[in-house]
Every structure is written in C-alpha cells, then in structure tokens.
C-alpha cells in the first residue's frame, strides 16, 4: 500500500479566509485596481496572444519593464510565478539536502515551509522583545552552524519593522553563506540594496508585484543578484515558469511609473492614517492594544484579546489576520479604514 513520505504525510493545504467579505484586510494586498486606461492595454495586449505558444522562458520583456522602474539592468533579474516560486527554487536548488539555513522569528512562515520541503535544517533566531532583529546573534549562529543560506524579510512581514541598510549589509559582508533579502514591502520603505546588488557575491534580492504594485492576481515575482547568481537561478528554474499573460500585464503596469509611484504613496499615506487612528484607539484601551511602529502597507498590533477581535470583526464582515498574540491589519480606503476602526471601537465597548 502507498503511503505519503514523512516530510508531506501531516501537512495540511494552505487555508486563507475565503467566501464574500465586505472588507479584506487580512492578505497586505494593495486595495488600489487598476485604472480604465492600464486595463484597456492590458486587454489589447491579451488579445494579440498566440496562445497555442509557449511563454518567453525568460520572460524579457517583464523583466525589463521591472528594471528600468527600479533604475536597474534587466541582466541582474529573473521572474518567477510569485516570490514563493523563487524562494522554493532557491532553496532546493542552492542549498543541498540536509544543510542549515537560518532566519528569524516572526518572519514570513513560508520560509520554513520550503526549508522542510527541501529537507533542509532550519535555524530560527527570535527577535528581540521590541521586534527587531539581533543582528550580531545572527550573524554568530549562521557562522557557528556553517550554514548555507540567511533569510528574512525586510521591511519584516508580519511585524512592518524595518532593519537599517547599515545592520543589514553587515549580514552580508560578515557571512561567506548566501544571503537572501526579501524586500517585498520596500516600496513601502526608502532602505533598498537593489542598486547595489552587484556589489555582494552572496547576496539575491526578492520583490513582488503584489502589494504595492497591486497585481497580486498574476502571481509575478522577481530574484535580482549578480550574473553568476542569476544565471544559476534561470538554468535551475522551470522553463516556462511565468505565463505569456502574466508576463504581458506585468509588463504593462510595470510601464506606467508616474501611476505606480503614485499608488504607493497613496497606500503610504492610508497605512499611516490607518496607524494614527489605532494608536490612538491603544490609548483609550491601553490594556488591550499596543501597536507596533512600522514601515510597511499594513498595522500589526499586540493584544490580549486578538482572537476574539479577530472573530467579532469576521462576524461584522471584516477580514483581518490573526497571529496569536497579534493581528495584522492592511490598509485600505477611507471608508474601509474608518469601518473597521468603527467596528474595533465597538469590540472595545462590549468587553
């Protein structure tokens, strides 16, 4: 009889909130679609398709579009289908089975996902009791452990804390290992290495089209590194690993710099709002909130009574994330702001 191997046997699917919410707080996506004028390129350009062809293997044309927003050579950046592909592919193919890689805690929990998958040791460093990393420990275990590989994500989701670009490349520069830089939400930030990719001989950069960007449908994800890096990373992904549809809306959006740059200030502005307002809610309610300052598009807030928040605003239509000790809560318009504040506040009143 067949049986799962062990590494897969108990894991159980990936379970967001699904169904009709009124209001979608709980994923970090942008809440910004796409205007009239992006969409009407984005349908010309699907409708010239060849769609009995294969995808550009590597995906050219997105990839440049992508590099001359960010200021940087198209040579130094690979696509993927999301950053989970990439950081899936790095994993089993950069590190050998049964090597450690190290990251932090609270970090993105995919991270220690794929390093089971890869059948990888993974070494988890707490943060510090403020949410920041301790660098010089992490530093002193990745040498200790000889490991193969670093990663964190910067700004940090789920806590919006960002390390200084100083802290971070010392990582870089102390440890001979690779180090891999999740900047998914340095839009959100002013503290990126993508200029400076080159430099490092260790060092690959990750980003997303999903949260500023707001395309978070088309599944797109990028690696920047130096060539050596990058052409590893393109001869050990799959060959067609982004779609000619995705390639070709990514391409479009990533055209239209003065919308992008725009978007993502508004998102800024929304998060530092939606940031004001709980803080002061904290205020009111000291024994129930403290709301962490962050640099991303979302609030993470400490509270004895995050599950049954997280639960009476599921009731009211409002969907956050719940973190045990913590929920995370993305910024949205206006009126999805003052909604869910308006909700909390209730909360607050029947305790």
């Not at 409002?318 to 000790?325: C, E, H, L, N």
Request: hydrophobic letters at 40%.
């Amino acid at each position: 009889m067949y049986k799962l191997n062990e590494k897969i046997c108990n894991l159980e699917p990936y379970d967001p909130i699904t169904g009709q919410m009124k209001i979608r707080l709980d994923a970090n996506e942008s809440f910004v679609n796409l205007p009239e004028d992006i969409m009407a390129e984005i349908h010309s350009a699907i409708d010239n398709i060849s769609f009995n062809r294969y995808p550009d293997p590597n995906a050219s044309a997105v990839c440049k579009a992508f590099a001359d927003y960010y200021g940087i050579s198209a040579e130094n950046v690979t696509a993927g289908n999301g950053s989970d592909e990439l950081i899936s592919i790095i994993m089993t193919a950069f590190l050998m089975k049964g090597q450690t890689l190290v990251t932090v805690a609270p970090d993105f929990s995919m991270y220690r996902f794929y390093t089971s998958i890869s059948e990888l040791n993974c070494e988890t460093i707490e943060k510090n009791s403020d949410l920041t990393i301790d660098v010089d420990k992490l530093i002193e275990t990745a040498k200790k452990e000889n490991v193969g590989a670093v990663i964190f994500s910067n700004p940090c989701n789920p806590t919006s804390k960002g390390l200084d670009t100083d802290d971070v490349v010392r990582i870089i520069t102390s440890l001979n290992c690779l180090v891999v830089l999740d900047e998914a939400y340095m839009d959100f930030w002013n503290k990126s290495l993508l200029g400076e990719v080159c430099k490092y001989d260790n060092l690959i950069i990750l980003r997303t089209a999903s949260k500023a960007v707001g395309a978070a449908a088309i599944r797109l994800g990028f690696a920047v590194a130096n060539k050596t890096i990058t052409k590893a990373l393109k001869a050990v992904k799959s060959p067609y690993n982004v779609n000619t549809v995705t390639q070709e809306i990514g391409r479009i959006i990533f055209s239209h710099k003065e919308y992008l740059t725009k978007t993502k200030n508004y998102i800024v502005t929304q998060r530092e709002s939606l940031y004001n307002s709980v803080a002061e809610l904290a205020q009111h309610y000291p024994q129930y909130f403290a709301v962490v300052d962050g640099c991303s598009n979302f609030v993470f807030v400490k509270s004895p009574v995050s599950k049954e928040l997280f639960d009476y605003l599921l009731s009211q239509g409002t969907a956050i994330r719940y973190m045990g000790d913590y929920v995370r809560i993305t910024a949205g318009t206006d009126d999805e702001n003052r909604t869910v504040l308006s909700q909390i506040n209730d909360f607050c009143n029947k305790l």
